[in-house]
C-alpha cells in the first residue's frame, strides 16, 4: 500500500519538462510523494519522457481559454499592477505591441488608458476578485473541480504560475483548501506580467532578488523560500558535461580556434539581425586572431533558416537550434538530454557570448563566460531601434546592467573592441560577473533541485505534527 502524500505537478511547456521531468527533481521527488502530472492535452510527449520505473499518474486536460471578459479584466489588473509597482518600460512597451494586429494593438492601448481608473486599491482588489470569481465558477473551473475531488491530493505545484490554465487549477485547488506552491519560470516573470491570479500558500525563487519582487506584490516573506534556479543545474550536472572534441564534432567544427557564440532574438524582433552579425564577423576578420563565429538560434525565431545565406558564405561559421517545437506553439517542446547538452556545452566552450539582454546571460556567467550585449540596431528604425537599444534597461535586466559583469555595445566598433578584449583578457570583469550571477540566480550549485524538494517535505512535516 502507497502511504506517500499525493502531491500534484502542473506542467504546460518545455521548460517546465526540461527543469522538473528530465531533471533530478522528478525522481528524487517521487521518493518521497506519490506525484500526479496534470499537463494540457497539446503536451502528450510527457508520456513519453517518464521512467517507466517512476510511479506516477499522469493526467490530460484541455487547455484553458478565458472568455473575452476575462482576458479584458485581466489585461486591465496586470496593466495597473506594472503601474503600481512602477514596472512599466515606456522605451519597451510599445514596440514590443509592433507586431499585433492593428485591432489589437488599438485595444492594448485603449486598455493601459483606462487601467490608471483602476490604481485605488478599493476598484483594484475588486477586479481581481471579479476576476477570481468568473475564472473560478466557469464551465472549465467546474472541469478541474471535478478531477482534482477525485485526487486527494495535499499540495498543488504551479511551475509557471502566470500560465492562464496553471493558474485556474490552482485558483480552483485554494478554493478547496489544497495548498498551493508558485514557482515563477523566469526572473523576469514578475516584474512586466503584473498580477498573480490568486495568494498561493507558498512560494520558490531564484534568489533574493526575486523575492524582493514577489514582496513588492504583497506577498508575506514568510511564506518565499529562496531555492536557487533548476534550470541551471544542468550546466553542473557532469552527465551533459561533454569533452571538447564531442563538442566540436556534434556542432560541425574541426578546429580549435576561439569560438564566438551569438545567441539570436526572434525574427519579429530584430529582423535585421542577420545583417548585425555579418557586420560583427566582417569586423573580427580584420583581428589577429582566428575564430570560428556560432550562432544559435532563439527557440520562438519564426524564421529560424534566416542565417542560411550568411552561414554559406563563411566557412567558420555554423548555426544550431535548440530543439524541435510545434510551429503553433513554441512552448509545446520536448528536449531531449543532448539538446539540454547541447546549450550547456555551447556555454561551456565559448570563449564570449553576444546576445541582447537574454537569460543566456546568466547560463554563460555559469561558466565565466564573458558576455557583449548588443544595444544597437544595424539601421535607423522608429520601432526596432529603440527596442533593441533600450532592452538591457528594462525592469528585470536592468539588475544586470548596473552590475556592470557584462560589455554593453552601441556599436559594432564596440562589439568588436569588445570580443578582442575579452580574447586577450578572459578574466575582465570575472568578479562583476560573479557577483551579478549571484545576486540575480542566488545560488548556482547543481542542487537548487534538493532545496526545493527539502521545502516541499518542511511544509508537509509541519501541516502534519
Not at 488608458?113 to 477586479?127: N, P, T, W
Not at 541551471?232 to 552527465?239: L, M, N, P, R, Y
Not at 522608429?382 to 556599436?411: C, D, M, W
Amino acid at each position: 500500500m502507497n502511504n506517500k502524500p499525493k502531491i500534484i505537478l502542473l506542467i504546460t511547456s518545455g521548460f517546465s519538462i526540461r527543469n522538473y521531468l528530465v531533471s533530478n527533481f522528478f525522481k528524487e521527488l517521487n521518493t518521497y510523494f506519490e506525484l500526479i502530472i496534470i499537463f494540457p492535452e497539446e503536451l502528450q510527449r510527457v508520456k513519453n519522457i517518464i521512467d517507466e520505473n517512476i510511479n506516477v499518474h499522469l493526467i490530460s486536460i484541455d487547455k484553458y481559454s478565458p472568455s473575452k471578459l476575462v482576458s479584458l479584466i485581466h489585461l486591465i489588473i496586470e496593466t495597473a499592477t506594472n503601474i503600481r509597482l512602477g514596472y512599466r518600460n515606456k522605451n519597451i512597451e510599445p514596440r514590443r505591441d509592433h507586431y499585433l494586429k492593428i485591432s489589437t494593438r488599438i485595444i492594448i492601448k485603449i486598455t493601459r488608458i483606462i487601467s490608471y481608473i483602476f490604481l485605488s486599491d478599493y476598484l483594484y482588489y475588486f477586479f481581481i476578485k471579479i476576476e477570481r470569481y468568473l475564472s473560478s465558477n466557469s464551465l472549465y473551473g467546474q472541469y478541474i473541480s471535478k478531477i482534482l475531488v477525485k485526487q486527494s491530493s495535499k499540495m498543488i505545484i504551479s511551475t509557471d504560475p502566470y500560465n492562464s490554465t496553471e493558474s485556474l487549477v490552482s485558483l480552483i485547488g485554494t478554493n478547496m483548501d489544497i495548498d498551493t506552491l508558485a514557482i515563477p519560470l523566469s526572473w523576469d516573470n514578475l516584474t512586466y506580467k503584473g498580477h498573480l491570479l490568486l495568494d498561493y500558500n507558498y512560494y520558490a525563487v531564484w534568489s533574493d532578488m526575486m523575492k524582493r519582487d514577489l514582496i513588492s506584490h504583497g506577498v508575506n516573506h514568510n511564506n518565499i523560500m529562496i531555492t536557487g534556479s533548476l534550470q541551471f543545474d544542468a550546466h553542473k550536472d557532469e552527465k551533459y558535461l561533454w569533452d571538447k572534441e564531442k563538442f566540436l564534432s556534434r556542432v560541425g567544427l574541426d578546429n580549435c580556434n576561439y569560438l564566438i557564440t551569438y545567441t539570436t532574438s526572434t525574427h519579429r524582433s530584430f529582423p535585421l539581425e542577420h545583417k548585425l552579425i555579418e557586420d560583427i564577423i566582417e569586423g573580427l576578420l580584420k583581428e589577429d586572431f582566428n575564430f570560428n563565429f556560432l550562432i544559435r538560434t532563439h527557440p520562438n525565431d519564426e524564421e529560424p533558416d534566416r542565417f542560411k545565406l550568411i552561414e554559406d558564405k563563411y566557412g567558420n561559421l555554423v548555426v544550431t537550434k535548440p530543439w524541435e517545437y510545434d510551429t503553433n506553439n513554441w512552448w509545446n517542446f520536448n528536449p531531449s538530454s543532448d539538446d539540454i547538452a547541447l546549450l550547456t556545452n555551447t556555454l561551456r566552450y565559448s570563449d564570449t557570448i553576444i546576445n541582447v539582454a537574454s537569460t543566456i546571460t546568466l547560463d554563460s556567467i555559469v561558466f565565466d563566460t564573458p558576455v557583449v550585449n548588443i544595444a544597437y540596431y544595424p539601421e535607423k528604425s522608429q520601432v526596432f531601434a529603440p527596442l533593441i537599444e533600450n532592452s538591457h534597461l528594462s525592469i528585470h535586466y536592468s539588475e544586470v546592467t548596473k552590475r556592470k559583469g557584462v560589455i554593453i555595445s552601441r556599436s559594432n566598433a564596440e562589439t568588436i573592441s569588445a570580443i578582442s578584449h575579452y580574447i586577450k583578457s578572459p578574466e575582465y570583469l570575472r568578479q562583476e560577473r560573479k557577483d551579478t550571477l549571484s545576486y540575480v540566480a542566488g545560488k548556482v550549485d547543481g542542487k537548487s533541485y534538493s532545496r526545493l524538494i527539502k521545502f516541499l517535505r518542511k511544509i508537509y512535516d509541519t501541516h502534519n505534527q
